[in-house]
């Protein structure tokens, strides 16, 4: 089994779509191993980051995942970084296909309702961003 992070991002808590993408999620026949709601101090934003710290937008996505809650979320099956990327569709709304997440529910690229990791090693690292091990058990 594989795993990959979400992180149902704060415009996702602010239009109180939780549930709605939970579903969409456990639809698709992912396994939660572990959640939880937390607010992103700047600093724990610039780390996770880090890798766009370059890009123009960094100071702004820091900005925006630091102004409120979030729910990261440990997600396992077969091919889970694959299979999630494609549920939750482009970076970019309007280039997502029908029925993703994104299409269905984000503003803009910046406002786009969830994080997924890009690979399996980005998401052992990311899992361990915010997951202690004894999180992670069972």
Known sequence: MERTL?????????????AKVLDKIIEADFKIVSIKMIKLSKESARGFYEV??????????????SSGFC?????????????FRKLIGATDPTKAEEGTIRKLYAKDMQENIVHGSDSVENAIIEINHFFSRNELLG
């Open 6 to 18: 979400a992180i149902l991002k704060p415009d996702c808590i602010k239009k109180n779509l939780i």
């Open 52 to 65: 766009h710290k370059e890009r123009s937008f960094y100071n702004d996505l820091v900005e925006y995942m």
């Open 71 to 83: 729910v990261p979320i440990v997600l396992e099956k077969e091919n889970a970084v694959a299979d």
